[in-house]
């Protein structure tokens, strides 16, 4: 008997998400499928290129379709299109072609954020997402040293900015617009004016993903970049020793006082393995903030180990992702950056909506 498409789509009902937990059918993730006599073939649409969970679908949607009796062979095409968390922006937006905008945050400095945030981004990117990273940590920006950029963005006659692109990027930082030597001493109004700047007055172009590298702490900064646009969700990176998620989970109630998801924590500096011994250390203590995650009910996104190659790729320029994709610390952001994916692709799926807050003292 021939094969029907009855038949296919009832295959792949029984395939799900594990993320989403859902079917692929009910989803919208099978497209164009075709039949030839016992050969199928179908796309397999995802909500991130970043899936964690890619390979095991497409393995499972095989074997339920070549169960079916008559199939003869199953070619699978795996394409992505990233979906916004949250509902598109209004006409007028600051940030229209970009679907999902994603603080990284901290309570404390000192926890190796603009580290974290780089490789994130560059995670993602090299996935084939569009990403871009903003530094908008306006008193110590490090992201232009991090990924060794040299190139200045250039500044059209309506004072719009281009960002530089490098390593599958768009870059943005107030480090491109300082002396090495300057000290950015601001108040509220000028923070505030620059966060607006860097939203709307750049080119970014169509993006998934816009990480912004925030200042640590709960100020004007972060205040600022919530008040002016709908953020997908944030990411919170913290140490796991108890003073450093004490300080985190002061950025935790912000975020949620701003109506504004935690998309998940990051432990980072994690623990240390000698390379010559294998001894683990854990110099600053373990799972804390894979604790506090399941006490506040949060995502738990990953742990970042304390590893001198994130500290010497990050000090030459070229993050541990791109230099060194294959080493246990580069596997830990890729992990940590596809759970990030998830997440948001579960908001999305969830529909919630992050309103636009407007906060006032």
Not at 62 to 90: F, Y
Request: some cysteine; overall charge neutral.
């Amino acid at each position: 008997m021939a094969v029907t498409t009855d038949q296919v789509l009832n295959a792949l009902k029984t395939v799900q998400d594990p993320d989403l937990r859902r079917d692929l059918v009910s989803l919208g993730f099978v497209k164009h499928l075709t039949i030839d006599g016992g050969r199928v073939a179908f796309q397999i649409e995802l909500t991130t290129p970043a899936c964690p969970v890619r390979e095991l679908m497409r393995d499972e949607a095989r074997k339920a379709v070549l169960a079916i009796p008559g199939v003869a062979s199953v070619e699978i095409g795996m394409t992505s299109q990233v979906r916004r968390a949250i509902a598109p922006p209004p006409a007028g937006s600051r940030v229209p072609t970009i679907k999902n905008v994603i603080p990284i945050a901290s309570g404390k400095g000192g926890v190796g954020k603009s580290t974290v945030s780089a490789n994130l981004a560059l995670a993602l990117a090299r996935t084939g997402a569009r990403v871009g990273l903003l530094d908008a940590d306006v008193y110590g920006p490090s992201i232009p040293t991090i990924l060794g950029v040299r190139a200045q963005p250039e500044v059209d006659e309506q004072n719009r900015i281009t960002p530089v692109e490098q390593d599958g990027l768009k870059v943005i930082s107030m480090g491109f617009f300082m002396k090495p030597d300057e000290a950015v001493i601001w108040r509220g109004p000028m923070l505030h004016k620059t966060v607006q700047q860097f939203l709307g007055g750049v080119l970014w172009g169509e993006l998934d993903y816009l990480l912004v590298d925030s200042p640590p702490g709960t100020g004007d900064v972060t205040l600022s970049l919530c008040q002016s646009i709908p953020i997908a969700g944030a990411v919170i990176v913290s140490t796991p020793q108890d003073v450093a998620l004490n300080v985190a989970q002061k950025a935790i109630v912000m975020f949620r006082k701003l109506n504004a998801p935690i998309l998940g924590l990051i432990e980072n500096m994690s623990a240390y393995v000698c390379p010559h011994c294998g001894t683990r250390d854990e110099i600053f203590g373990s799972g804390g903030a894979r604790k506090a995650a399941e006490r506040l009910s949060i995502p738990f996104l990953g742990e970042i180990p304390l590893a001198t190659p994130i500290r010497q790729t990050s000090d030459a320029g070229r993050p541990i992702v791109l230099s060194e994709p294959d080493s246990p610390a580069a596997k830990a952001f890729i992990a940590a950056a596809e759970q990030l994916a998830a997440q948001v692709s579960i908001r999305a799926l969830q529909g919630e909506l992050t309103p636009h807050v407007k906060v006032t003292f």
